[in-house]
Structures are given as C-alpha cells and as structure tokens.
Nanobody, 111 residues
Framework: QVQLVESGGGLVQPGGSLRLSCAAS????????MAWYRQAPGKQREWIAS???????YYDDSVKGRFTISRDNAKNAVYLQMNNLKPEDTAVYYC?????WGQGTQVTVAS
C-alpha cells in the first residue's frame, strides 16, 4: 500500500522556521516527481513547491525565496524547509506524487 506520511508541523512565531518531512513507502520513490501543497481552512488546496525526478525545483511566488524543497531518495523522503514564516502560511501541508497524498501536517504561524 502506498503511504505518504508528513511530519514536522507545529506552532511557530512569525519569522520562524520549520522543516517538514514526508516519508514515502509502497512506491519506487526515485522515479516520482514530488510536490508540496497546502490548504487553509475554507480555502482551496494550493500548490506551493515541486521537485523533479532530478534536481529541478519550482515554487509558487508566495513562497519563493523562503521555502526550499529537497529529496533524499535513499530515505524515500521529501522535505520542505520553511524560513521566515508568515501568518498567511498557516495551513495543513501535504506532500504528493500527484497520484497519492499524505494525511497532512498542521503548520500554524502566530504570535
């Protein structure tokens, strides 16, 4: 069974940092491009970052320059380093292969 498990979320003050992790199982991880999405309450899920099967990265303008997506194929994991967090970053964050989704991890940015 395919599983994607996000972790690393929590409560952080504006300007702080968090590193999210996504552990994958049940797939040949290295052949999949990966992405991070987020969804705030009452809003649509939005794409924020992607990483190709190689090393190419892509970011939404809302996070570009603050967030970094990376992967470790040996660990079947994808990461999202989030710096200079803002209240508007508050959301449930999901990793995806675009075919499968994790359960999400909550990120709350507040004073």
């Amino acid at each position: 069974q395919v599983q994607l498990v996000e972790s690393g979320g929590g409560l952080v003050q504006p300007g702080g940092s968090l590193r999210l992790s996504c552990a994958a199982s049940g797939i040949i991880f290295s052949i999949h491009a990966m992405a991070w999405y987020r969804q705030a309450p009452g809003k649509q899920r939005e794409w924020i970052a992607s990483l190709s099967r190689g090393t190419d990265t892509y970011y939404d303008d809302s996070v570009k320059g603050r967030f970094t997506i990376s992967r470790d194929n040996a660990k079947n994991a994808v990461y999202l380093q989030m710096n200079n967090l803002k209240p508007e970053d508050t959301a449930v964050y999901y990793c995806t292969t675009n075919d499968h989704w994790g359960q999400g991890t909550q990120v709350t940015v507040a004073s």
